[in-house]
């Protein structure tokens, strides 16, 4: 490993320790009545998880010149509704996983009903973060609205929640690229664009800086699937904490099987120099940016 | 009938009317993509319902004379909450309800899947729908952050949610008064709260207006719930939209099984004289609220 690489894992590692601290003090107590409720939204969020939303979005926040401490909330509030999304997602009436990251699911240790209310309680609980006053504090106001706008278009119907029901319906079926694009820019690209915006609002982002970021953002967001899909096949279950090529076995298009291995790597690093030139606005500030953009697609050559 | 109860029926039609054409212009249009997912949300929240708790907020905040157009969006949004905890308490995992207000369930339509997804959408559109900046022209910034977390608290893992995991926790147990207390001031108790609340303060509501609001709330609330529980058992099938008894033959504690059907009734007048007299300090502006209230204990009787 280069000693970059070495830089970026320590700047990773610290920033999960932060964003765990941070997820730790927002969320309720593990003994907070109901208990178990709060102890499987608990469960969900510390079972492991890259961060890579927080860490976006704490790292658009500094690229601008922001202060990261200020984004934190917005920061916990994203990690809320991606973890409430995967409780969801493998539920037996969805994906049906009974491992993620290694671990049994949410509905494998609380049950169906607890994992339903769990991620009920982490996507209402982000708002309930976003809403408190506490964290606004010497802030316009108006800020805390267009945060809360920013996530919840992201996390809805029209973007995280679309992208899941298209999913399911292309299951079993011949899909085109478009359509693979609309899954996973809505899926997953949805929830990272928003992660930089709202770091960008949060630090304060000129319309120039906001743009560019918005242009990384997409880009990134989609190499981040493709690179997923890629991992799927190639990587061992170990590494991977599920199934490998689940997706595949489940039906799923993935990037893989319309582009192939090759054209989906291709595809990776297109998108990889798409994110990087979009930074060209931005000096020394936004070299985290670049080089999680980095780590994102090549962790899956 | 009297005369009194058919002014009041008039007012809660025209309400319902008013708060439908809201609901159906602030929600998605069903050819939205993904169509079938909008087709699920819409069709939960247009299978009929009392609107009750849109109609308390918008009375709320014409008891405090502001203007029920500029409670709109915040009455809306109350119900989408509302409407996805129907959708996921019905699901297979929760209740396992193939009927709801005499017709059939949303996962019985759109399939276990969609259902869980509408329920997450609207969810969310509830906070796109509070953070839109349209809603609030000419309005503090600061009113739709408290808005917004008025709602979110109410509908979290200590609110509503958590109400959910309780109820379900106590199936087939033997419940006393405070637990079967902590189910329905959390399951229905604190959105009906919100509701007054998020009216108060939109209709601009003095410290001692709101207090005395809040004491309404948390009254009518409660009553609504004991005044349910006593229409489960006497209530027929056709009326209520749902099988008889549904409650007790699932082995769950409800007012009438704690305290007979005597004591429930009883409770729930207590309640209801509570909840009027804590509108003493208004004058008829709050008429409205007061006729809920009967209404809402009355039809029990």
Not at 62 to 78: I, M, Q, S, T, Y
Not at 213 to 224: M, V
Request: glycine residues 8%; aromatic residues 6%.
């Amino acid at each position: 490993m280069t000693s970059e690489h070495w830089e970026l894992q320590t700047y990773l590692n610290e920033r999960i320790k932060l964003i765990d601290r941070a997820l730790d003090h927002y969320l309720p107590a593990a003994d907070t009545l109901p208990s178990r409720l709060h102890a499987a939204m608990r469960y969900s969020i510390f079972a492991g998880g890259k961060r890579i939303r927080p860490i976006l979005l704490l790292a658009a926040c500094e690229a601008v010149g922001g202060d990261l401490h200020r984004a934190l909330p917005a920061a916990c509030a994203v990690e809320m509704i991606h973890g409430y999304s995967l409780i969801h997602d493998d539920l037996p009436a969805m994906d049906d996983d009974d491992l993620r990251r290694g671990k049994p699911t949410n509905h494998k240790i609380y049950g169906e009903a607890t994992a339903i209310l769990a991620g009920d309680g982490l996507l209402t609980e982000a708002f309930i973060l976003l809403s408190n006053p506490e964290m606004w504090v010497d802030t316009d106001p108006e800020q805390s609205r267009k945060i809360i706008h920013i996530l919840a278009k992201s996390a809805g119907s029209r973007g995280m929640v679309g992208g899941q029901v298209v999913d399911m319906e292309c299951e079993e079926k011949l899909v085109d690229l478009p359509t693979l694009e609309y899954i996973h820019t809505h899926k997953t690209g949805a929830l990272i664009l928003a992660s930089i915006e709202m770091g960008a609002v949060i630090g304060g982002a000129t319309a120039d800086q906001q743009r560019a970021l918005c242009r990384f953002g997409e880009a990134a967001g989609l190499a981040f699937q493709v690179a997923d899909d890629i991992l799927d096949i190639v990587a061992d279950e170990t590494e991977l904490g599920k199934d490998v090529g689940s997706d595949s076995q489940r039906g799923k298009a993935t990037y893989p099987s319309l582009l192939g291995l090759q054209g989906a790597r291709q595809q990776a690093a297109e998108l990889q120099q798409l994110a990087i030139s979009a930074l060209d606005v931005f000096d020394e500030s936004a070299q985290p940016l670049r080089e999680i953009a980095n780590y994102i697609v090549e962790r899956s050559f």
